[in-house]
Nanobody, 121 residues
Framework: QVQLVESGGGLVQAGGSLRLSCVAS????????WGWFRQAPGKERELVAG????????NYADSVKGRFAISRDNAKSTVSLQMNSLKPEDTGAYYC????WGMGETDYSRWGQGTQVTVSS
């Protein structure tokens, strides 16, 4: 089992930046990829960014390309999401996630408790 704990959410004005962090513990060797999802009120949870644990291959939702950057530190078992040029539509609960196989949106099976990001206009 893998446990994930997020931090770093908050309230920011449009155009601002936030950095989310996630600390993983447990059977990390069995993880193929880390991801960040978000869920806006009334909407389904969506994959924002993913990164493979070993090679560092990344993927991003079109809506965040060029603004968000995902990174991982395998030595510290952490994964981060740097969010720049934030927009009100980026508002939502952000969840750190882990996948045992692949990096597709449906591959993720472990979740953190989430951290709230609110972007004011």
């Amino acid at each position: 089992q893998v446990q994930l704990v997020e931090s770093g959410g908050g309230l920011v004005q449009a155009g601002g930046s936030l950095r989310l962090s996630c600390v993983a513990s447990g059977n990390i060797a069995g993880i193929a990829a880390w991801g960040w999802f978000r869920q806006a009120p009334g909407k389904e949870r969506e994959l924002v960014a993913g990164i493979s644990r070993t090679l560092g291959i990344t993927n991003y939702a079109d809506s965040v390309k060029g603004r968000f950057a995902i990174s991982r530190d395998n030595a510290k078992s952490t994964v981060s999401l740097q969010m720049n040029s934030l927009k009100p539509e980026d508002t939502g609960a952000y969840y750190c996630a882990a996948a045992q196989w692949g990096m597709g949106e449906t591959d993720y099976s472990r979740w953190g408790q989430g951290t709230q990001v609110t972007v004011s206009s």
